[in-house]
Each structure stands twice: as structure tokens, then as C-alpha cells.
């Protein structure tokens, strides 16, 4: 007999829908699984098996290069496409303002229309009531942040992926994210 539980947890994940989006947006922002299900319309045991089956960052702290990679990963390097909703709120998520989450979240739902595919672009609309910072915010996101043509980077990236294929065991030492 399955567990509806993990059947539920597993049907989020394989939608790869808003639900997903939002549920592991709010993980990194670390909500408590009762916050959680109450914004995602959830159980907290259904968010407590997905956390700890299909999006297990818990136990990794903080805004670790870790999280970056695996929860929110390229788009963050190389650009975010229209179609990186979840990649981008990850990201807000693992600045750990729940406040800034709630909002980017809020006003995605109230710019959101019957039809519409969940993209990056409903906050970009010309006529849309998303707040104007938070607009330039998204827009200011969308070019990647690491850019060919800034020596110092390509080096960083160089030695960065030199040493991720050369792991040594010992301690893991990360960058924060800081959000001005």
C-alpha cells in the first residue's frame, strides 16, 4: 500500500509546477512545515516528506554555494529564461527574508491571469501592478551574474569547478549571500 503522503510529496515534484515552486521557495527561506502548508494549501507531513525526500537542503546552512548550485543552479550563473520561476524564487528564498519571499510570491498570484504559463515575464508586463522595485529587481536578475567579459570571474569559475572535481575531504567553506 503507498503512502498518500509520499504520493502527494512525488506528484508535486513531478509537476514542476507553482505548487513545487512555491514549497521549495519557502523550505529555503526556512517556514516552519505549518507555515508552509498553510500558504501552499498543504498538510505539514505532506511538506515535511517532500522536504526530506525530493528538496533535502535542512541541513545545509545557510545560503551555502551548495544550495546555489543544486537548488537554484545555472540560471543563476548564466541568466534566468522566462520559464526559471522556480529557480528565481529559490533564490529569494535563500536570501532568508521571509518578508521579501511573501511578497515576491504575492504579487506573482495577484499579476497572475486564468491562462497564463507560469513565467517569468507575468511580473514584467507592461500593464502589470507588480511594484516597480520589485520589477526592476526581477529585471536586474535576469542577466547572468557572472559575465564573460570580467577576468576576475572567469578565473573564480576556472577554480571553482577545478576544485568541485577535485574534492578533498574537510571542511566546506561558503559564501553568503548578501542582499542590498
Same mark, same amino acid.
Given at each position: 500500500m503507498k503512502s498518500p503522503k509520499i504520493h502527494a510529496a512525488r506528484q508535486i515534484s513531478e509537476e514542476d509546477g507553482l505548487r +513545487?515552486?512555491?514549497?521549495? !521557495? +519557502?523550505?529555503?527561506?526556512? @517556514? !516552519?512545515?505549518?507555515?508552509?502548508?498553510?500558504?501552499?494549501?498543504?498538510?505539514?507531513?505532506?511538506? @515535511?516528506?517532500y522536504a526530506d525526500l525530493f528538496f533535502c537542503v535542512r541541513d545545509v546552512p545557510g545560503g551555502s554555494d551548495w544550495k546555489l548550485r543544486y537548488a537554484v543552479g545555472k540560471p543563476h550563473f548564466y541568466g534566468y529564461q522566462d520559464h526559471n520561476l522556480r529557480q528565481m524564487w529559490n533564490w529569494f528564498g535563500m536570501t532568508g527574508q521571509q518578508e521579501v519571499l511573501n511578497l515576491v510570491i504575492a504579487s506573482y498570484y495577484a499579476e497572475l491571469k486564468p491562462g497564463d504559463e507560469p513565467t517569468l515575464s507575468v511580473y514584467l508586463r507592461p500593464t502589470s501592478s507588480v511594484d516597480l522595485r520589485l520589477q526592476a529587481l526581477i529585471a536586474e536578475l535576469i542577466p547572468p551574474s557572472i559575465q564573460p567579459s570580467n577576468r576576475w570571474e572567469e578565473e573564480f569559475m576556472f577554480y571553482s569547478m577545478s576544485i568541485r572535481r577535485n574534492r578533498t575531504p574537510g571542511p566546506v567553506i561558503s559564501l553568503g549571500l548578501i542582499i542590498c
Open positions: +513545487r515552486a512555491e514549497l521549495e !521557495s +519557502r523550505i529555503l527561506v526556512g @517556514q !516552519s512545515d505549518w507555515e508552509i502548508a498553510e500558504f501552499c494549501n498543504l498538510t505539514p507531513e505532506v511538506v @515535511q516528506v
